[in-house]
């Protein structure tokens, strides 16, 4: 029968034996991780944004690599999901976004901060992970038509990074404003362009915000909505 | 109690209670946010209420831990505290820092790490104090008539806690090794030295209650905490998959995980066979209740629950989702809040020399508050297994998920409900004690 000092021996004893391993393999992880975790791309804005990040405790509501809270999305591949343009109009104006959903901190970022959040994200994307977070393996085969579908059209880029979002066109796009189907034999070039300029003036109380687009960009939209018949 | 000093735990134990009060109230904020209420949002963001919920409870754990070694420490080397004013020094420390803690939560003053938010500077300030408070069980302890197993690994349990809060003290660029440090205090913490904490408290309380031979507990309790680190220390590993480390962590951290389940296995056969051995014929039977149920409550909350997502294979879907809430939750609960309950039960009688263990207050306290818990950490699993299929294996947008799942937090809302009600009436009892006593001295005996 196992005695009282075998028993401390292995208690130490095991306890020493992986700690060693555990710190070897520790070692070894550090020597590794620089290539993984691509070192030569941790920018000053990077590192810059990793501290906002920390600084307003972006943990307690996301995950990151899977760490932090589930109350508000994963973020490690959010700059390959929504596009640096969206997170950017985002982030000035969480609520805006999502009427009526789950609420973000409104955090007045100025647009440095914000571009270093976004470096600070886009490199957080690239790390080696394992594959995670795994691509949906359940996922309809539809959503995957629909996408083919959508390369195929010529969307100007800004819809398909912010507008798709909350709009949808051909089945594929958010349900939080209505679907732009056949929205060109609904309205003219003219009260397009009105209503993007400034969507709150137009029709008080509007979910859709006023997203300040450069002249260009809405000229683009309007454009291209129009044909949409 | 047999030594005066020991009513210091006394201090200790009563704000671990009013700490863990508060706890429950940014506990119910949160459930209610998920709910969609989230009406304290301008007040209380999510990202504070969760900050104040998890440092409340290290925190409060951290003083129950101390109140139990300040009450175990003179009984086990046989002499009265080192230094009973050193100790209330450090317990208004641990409190002041605790309180600029929450109170800065709510004004952004924190580091955005899970776990570790307290800011550097308040963390060189718990560095001290858990100092002194080492310094002060450890001279009790080198100037004592004897040398327990007990004792000892208590106090190398604690000793190591405090070294293990230093890495999470470093600052990183790099997320990935800010990350890889964090887990040496948080796992290191909760899936290896606090489990000597939680032996040592066992080992004490199954040695006063069943009146089982020391020899043979502390035998046991050796091989408990030796596959504790057996297990433990690389299982460490089951953070590292998916962080940016090497893809070796995936099977040893799948392996060694794996086998963390056999600890607390270890555990719960401990206290159920020692129960047994002696009888179960101490008449405070409620110590006894707790001291129990932790081992078992903590193998199916730490291990059988922590092995339900650890394999890697399930943890790459369920990484990041209310699945780790699940186990989180009662893993807590049954391994640290339960051994500190029960050792709040055994030590309350002894220190004011009332023996109010034997009436309905607090054995309802220990059913209701179970049955609670279970039905919390039953709401977490429906809400984070349809999360996982939804979200993760189907492709569904977050928000749309987390709307799907809202009626769940309900459920959860109505067994923290039970829960509270549980801890109310085992505070209702704590207060009905009254405080420590000198007429208590000698007069206890176990």
């Keep these: 029968m196992l005695s009282k000092s075998q028993a401390r021996w292995f208690f130490v004893g095991g306890t020493m034996f992986f700690a060693a391993i555990f710190i070897f393999l520790t070692v070894d992880s550090l020597r590794e991780i620089p290539a993984r975790q691509n070192q030569d791309q941790m920018t000053a804005d990077v590192v810059r944004g990793k501290f906002i990040w920390e600084r307003e405790n972006c943990m307690g509501c996301h995950t990151i690599l899977g760490e932090g809270a589930y109350y508000a999305p994963e973020l490690t591949q959010v700059v390959k999901r929504r596009g640096a343009e969206w997170i950017k109009v985002f982030i000035k104006d969480p609520e805006a976004m999502f009427p009526g959903r789950r609420r973000m901190v409104q955090y007045d970022f100025s647009d440095d901060e914000i571009s270093d959040l976004i470096a600070f994200l886009t490199w957080i994307g690239e790390i080696d992970t394992n594959g995670f977070p795994p691509e949906p393996d359940l996922a309809p085969a539809v959503v995957v038509a629909s996408a083919s579908m959508a390369s195929s059209t010529a969307k100007p880029a800004y819809f398909t990074t912010i507008c798709i979002a909350c709009h949808s066109v051909g089945g594929t796009g958010g349900s939080v404003g209505p679907a732009l189907d056949g929205v060109g034999n609904r309205l003219t070039a003219n009260e397009l362009d009105r209503w993007l300029a400034d969507p709150p003036a137009v029709k008080p109380g509007t979910a859709m915000p006023k997203l300040n687009l450069p002249d260009a960009t809405r000229s683009e939209l309007v454009q291209w909505l129009v044909t949409l018949k | ?446």
């Design chain 2, 1 to 446: 109690m047999k030594f005066r000093s020991q009513r210091v735990a006394y201090l200790f134990f009563a704000s671990a209670l009013l700490l863990l009060v508060l706890q429950l109230v940014f506990g119910f904020i949160m459930a209610f946010a998920h709910m969609g209420f989230d009406g304290l949002h301008d007040y209380i963001p999510f990202n504070a209420a969760r900050s104040s919920h998890l440092n409340l409870l290290v925190v409060w754990l951290l003083s129950g831990f101390m109140g139990a070694a300040y009450f175990i420490i003179p009984e086990e080397a046989d002499r009265e505290l080192y230094s009973e004013k050193l100790a209330i020094i450090q317990w208004a420390a641990l409190n002041i820092v605790g309180v600029i803690t929450i109170i800065g939560f709510q004004f952004g003053f924190w580091e955005g790490r899970k776990f570790l938010e307290i800011p550097r500077e308040l963390d060189y300030l718990v560095v001290i104090d858990v100092l002194l408070f080492i310094f002060n069980i450890g001279m009790t302890l080198w100037n004592g008539k004897r040398f327990t197993t007990t004792s000892i690994v208590l106090f190398v349990g604690l000793t190591a806690a405090a070294l293990l809060y230093l890495p999470g003290m470093i600052t990183f660029d790099s997320q990935v090794l800010d990350s890889y440090f964090r887990w040496w205090v948080v796992h290191l913490w909760v899936e290896g030295v606090w489990e000597l904490i939680m032996g040592g408290i066992m080992s004490f309380l199954l040695i006063k209650l069943t009146g089982v031979d020391r020899e043979v507990i502390e035998k046991w309790l050796y091989v408990i905490v030796g596959f504790t680190f057996l297990s433990g220390i690389l299982g460490t590993g089951h953070h590292y998959y998916y962080i940016g480390t090497p893809d070796y962590w995936l099977w040893i951290g799948g392996i060694f995980s794996a086998l963390e389940p056999l600890a607390f296995l270890g555990m719960a056969l401990y206290a159920v066979s020692m129960a047994r051995a002696g009888g179960m014929r101490h008449p405070n039977r409620i110590a006894l209740f707790w001291t129990v149920g932790c081992g078992v409550m903590s193998f199916v909350g730490a291990g059988f629950l922590g092995f339900a997502h650890t394999l890697p294979q399930v943890n790459l879907w369920t990484h990041g989702t209310l699945v780790t809430a699940m186990h989180g939750h009662m893993a807590f609960w049954g391994a640290y809040v339960m051994v500190v309950f029960a050792m709040i039960s055994y030590a309350m009688p002894q220190l004011t020399g009332r023996k109010l263990y034997d009436n309905w207050v607090p054995e309802w306290a220990f059913w209701i508050a179970n049955v609670g818990i279970i039905g919390m950490t039953g709401a977490f699993a429906v809400a984070g297994v349809a999360q996982v299929y939804m979200e993760r294996k189907v492709g569904m947008d977050f928000l749309d998920v987390q709307e799907a799942i809202e009626v769940h937090f309900f459920g959860l809302t109505l067994a923290g409900c039970l829960l509270t009600l549980g801890i109310g009436l085992y505070i209702w009892n704590f207060i009905q004690y009254g405080l420590p006593s000198d007429e208590a001295l000698e007069s206890g005996g176990a």
